[in-house]
């Protein structure tokens, strides 16, 4: 299973945007790029999610490098809300092999 | 409202009974997900389902048992087995394409004493 890697906290001010990164070096060429964020006793809530071009949505954008081997989630400007986990995750194309891996994320600390 | 729904919040039982975690989802989506989180930790896939009647192992199954009778449930039951039992149980479900994200329920924290 292609794996990623995410440092395990980031700290940023409210109002200022947020980049958070992923690496996933092993990404193989059908591997959508997912992201979710969860809130402490909560099931994880979608973010956003993408293949090869950067999206956009209400709630972030999703910058991917052109070789994919790394991603990078952007809160255009952060609020106390958006303290979290974040979790950057890879889902197979292949539904077979549907082993989803959640490492243990980036826990964003949003100062006021 | 469409959503997926886990019941209940909490749960406590005697260590060595068995006990089952409901997850209910009304989105219409083949695909169900179990999956169990240690605190400080990520999330780690128990089992999986891709259509009715069919189930999967995940990383780790052992001392769990599921079902999917119905396309809109996949209950989990924690037997008696289940070493260390006491987590935070978590459902998901999609659609069976990958272009699409997951939907999570807001889980069942089960405390075994």
């Known amino acids: 299973d292609a794996k990623t890697t995410q440092p395990n906290s980031m700290e940023s001010n409210e109002e200022e945007p947020v980049h958070l990164p992923c690496n996933h070096s092993?990404?193989?060429?059908?591997?959508?790029i997912h992201w979710y964020r969860q809130l402490p006793s909560q099931g994880p809530e979608y973010v956003i999610h993408?293949?090869?071009s950067n999206v956009n949505n209400r709630m972030a954008s999703l910058a991917i490098a052109e070789d994919r081997k790394s991603s990078t989630l952007i809160l255009h400007r952060a609020t106390l809300r958006d303290a979290a986990v974040y979790y950057c995750?890879?889902?197979?194309?292949?539904?077979?092999?549907?082993?989803?891996?959640f490492g243990t994320g980036t826990r964003l600390t949003i100062i006021p | 409202d469409g959503g997926i729904t886990q019941s209940p919040k909490y749960l406590f039982r005697k260590e060595g009974q068995n006990v089952t975690l409901s997850c209910e989802q009304n989105?219409?989506?083949?695909?169900m997900y179990w999956y169990r989180q240690d605190p400080g930790q990520g999330l780690r896939l128990i089992y999986y389902?891709?259509?009715?009647?069919?189930?999967q192992k995940g990383d780790i199954a052992e001392g769990y048992s599921v079902s999917r009778e119905k396309k809109e449930s996949f209950p989990l039951t924690v037997t008696s087995a289940q070493k260390n039992p006491t987590a935070f149980y978590l459902c998901?479900?999609?659609?069976?394409?990958?272009?699409?994200?997951?939907?999570f329920g807001s889980g069942t924290r089960l405390t075994v004493v």
């Open positions: 998901a479900s999609s659609y069976r394409v990958n272009s699409y994200g997951y939907t």
């Open positions: 092993t990404i193989s060429g059908t591997d959508y």
């Open positions: 993408g293949l090869t």
């Open positions: 995750i890879l889902r197979d194309a292949n539904f077979g092999n549907e082993k989803l891996t």
């Open positions: 989105l219409n989506h083949d695909a």
């Open positions: 389902s891709q259509i009715v009647n069919d189930f």
